[in-house]
């Protein structure tokens, strides 16, 4: 089945300092992938839209000087967050859309989740 | 906006229990809906889904079907087992558009021998 893989699964960081992590689809491509944020307890936030070789979509409120993203490739995207603040400790996840799968109608089209980047700013 | 609303956790239920989850949502048009597993330490794994109204997505005994006219999407299954422990995400993606999932706030479920 496909696979998503997240690096580092865990990150502690110190405030002020920047954090990457790596959202990678394992065996197929992925033309668009996507960035969610979830808080204890409570449900995803999509963050923003990435599009392999065309810029990040940001959701409302969310600051695009902040979380940088990058889609460098098929398999590859990247979120990093600037400048870390305590405020910012939370559970990053991706998910990518196989450019391979048959949809359907629009919208039916399967997301495939990676695992989840736990990030504490102390 | 678009939304989805699911029914407050946690729940407990003995293992054979019968298991409905509620979800309804918000949206404009004819969304696709989804629900979503997550176990513990994994990430989000697609359950079932269903594409327009009178669907009924079913996976692993679970069954969820699309009602327009009361805008719901409950889960249900008949006997859950311990295996079964874990939270569940009800979501849509609009039909236009980058396809972007709205989730539903998870329901945690908790199953006892």
């Known amino acids: 089945g496909a696979v998503v893989s997240q690096h580092p699964s865990r990150v502690i960081c110190k405030s002020g300092t920047s954090v990457k992590i790596e959202c990678r689809s394992l065996?197929?491509?992925?033309?668009?992938m996507f960035w969610y944020r979830q808080f204890p307890k409570q449900s995803l936030m999509l963050m923003a839209t990435s599009n392999e070789g065309s810029k990040a979509t940001y959701e409302q409120g969310v600051e695009k000087d902040k979380f940088l993203i990058n889609h460098a490739s098929l398999t590859l995207s990247t979120l990093t967050v600037t400048s870390a603040h305590p405020e910012d400790s939370s559970f990053y996840i991706c998910?990518?859309?196989?450019?391979?799968?048959?949809?359907?109608?629009?919208?039916?089209?399967?997301?495939?989740f990676g695992p989840g980047t736990r990030l504490t700013v102390t | 906006g678009d939304s989805v609303t699911q029914m407050e956790g946690p729940v407990t239920l003995s293992e054979e229990a019968f298991l409905t989850i509620n979800c309804t949502y918000t949206?404009?048009?004819?969304?696709?809906l989804f629900w979503y597993v997550q176990y513990p330490g994994e990430g989000l794994q697609l359950l079932l889904k269903?594409?327009?109204?009178?669907d009924k997505g079913s996976n692993k005994g679970f069954e969820a079907t699309y009602r327009k006219e009361t805008t719901s999407f409950h889960l249900e299954k008949g006997s859950v087992q311990v295996s079964d422990s874990a939270v569940y995400f009800c979501a849509l993606s609009a039909p236009q558009g980058a396809q972007k999932l709205v989730f539903g706030q998870g329901t945690r479920l908790t199953i006892n021998p």
């Open positions: 949206a404009t048009g004819y969304p696709s």
């Open positions: 065996d197929f491509q992925a033309t668009t």
């Open positions: 998910s990518a859309r196989d450019v391979g799968a048959e949809t359907g109608l629009a919208g039916a089209s399967e997301q495939y």
């Open positions: 269903a594409t327009k109204a009178d």
